[in-house]
């Protein structure tokens, strides 16, 4: 009886912990805010930036966000970089491939790749959808807290680690987007791999 007491008692100073974790978080600012992102990466130039609607970003709750087109010549790719300051029910970063998929773009593949960055390796999601005889490439990652994690179960495990240990929710979801083929994984390869300095810049660790 005095055992199953002890053990309910830790049971439930446990979950106390958890519950004060969970609701005292720090909000963590950006280093630098999105909107002086470089203009010039890796021979590509930004040609357009985007905003959304106002009652979308309220919904996503995201706090700093870059969404625009880098190109060299035709070719362009798109850029969304999402930055929350604390992560809660409501505002958090959702998986692209829960998100993307609609308007008549099918899924073909997803598997996670390593990039060889200046950083080191790096592993990202490649993800692929086709709509009729087109199809689109995307790169993305989560990354935040001193991590680049691909997995979305990796990156919920983390994000509840660093509550109960750090007080700290924020994180940012990193997605580039191409026209598929051969030629241009190569081209959105070598631009990835420029991005990441860049981002250590901007997104706390």
Same mark, same amino acid.
């Given at each position: 009886?005095?055992?199953?007491?002890?053990?309910?008692?830790?049971?439930?100073?446990?979950?106390?912990?958890?519950?004060?974790?969970?609701?005292?978080?720090?909000?963590?600012?950006?280093?630098?805010?999105?909107?002086? %992102?470089?203009?010039?990466?890796?021979?590509?130039?930004?040609?357009?930036?985007?905003?959304?609607?106002?009652?979308?970003?309220?919904?996503?709750?995201?706090?700093?966000?870059?969404?625009?087109?880098?190109?060299?010549?035709? %070719?362009?790719?798109?850029?969304?970089?999402?930055?929350?300051?604390?992560?809660?029910?409501?505002?958090?970063?959702?998986?692209?491939?829960?998100?993307?998929?609609?308007?008549?773009?099918?899924?073909?593949?997803?598997?996670?790749?390593?990039?060889?960055?200046?950083?080191?390796?790096?592993?990202?999601?490649?993800?692929?959808?086709?709509?009729?005889?087109?199809?689109?490439?995307?790169?993305?990652?989560?990354?935040?807290?001193?991590?680049?994690?691909?997995?979305?179960?990796?990156?919920?495990?983390?994000?509840?680690?660093?509550?109960?240990?750090?007080?700290?929710?924020?994180?940012?979801?990193?997605?580039?987007?191409?026209?598929?083929?051969?030629?241009?994984?190569?081209?959105?390869?070598?631009?990835?791999?420029?991005?990441?300095?860049?981002?250590?810049?901007?997104?706390?660790?």
């Amino acid at each position: 009886m005095i055992k199953r007491a002890l053990l309910l008692a830790a049971i439930l100073l446990a979950f106390s912990l958890v519950l004060e974790a969970v609701s005292t978080q720090k909000p963590v600012p950006i280093k630098m805010d999105l909107s002086l %992102f470089p203009h010039r990466i890796d021979g590509y130039q930004l040609t357009k930036t985007e905003r959304m609607d106002e009652k979308i970003e309220r919904v996503l709750g995201v706090d700093n966000y870059l969404m625009g087109d880098y190109c060299q010549g035709r %070719f362009c790719i798109d850029l969304y970089v999402g930055y929350f300051e604390e992560q809660q029910e409501g505002a958090m970063i959702h998986s692209p491939k829960h998100c993307m998929p609609g308007g008549g773009w099918s899924p073909i593949s997803a598997e996670i790749i390593v990039l060889e960055t200046p950083l080191g390796p790096r592993k990202i999601n490649r993800f692929l959808l086709q709509k009729g005889g087109e199809k689109l490439l995307v790169y993305y990652w989560y990354q935040g807290r001193g991590r680049v994690v691909a997995s979305e179960f990796k990156d919920r495990l983390y994000l509840l680690l660093d509550r109960l240990l750090k007080r700290r929710s924020d994180g940012a979801l990193v997605r580039l987007i191409v026209p598929y083929s051969p030629e241009a994984e190569a081209r959105l390869q070598a631009f990835t791999k420029a991005l990441f300095p860049i981002l250590e810049q901007y997104l706390p660790s």
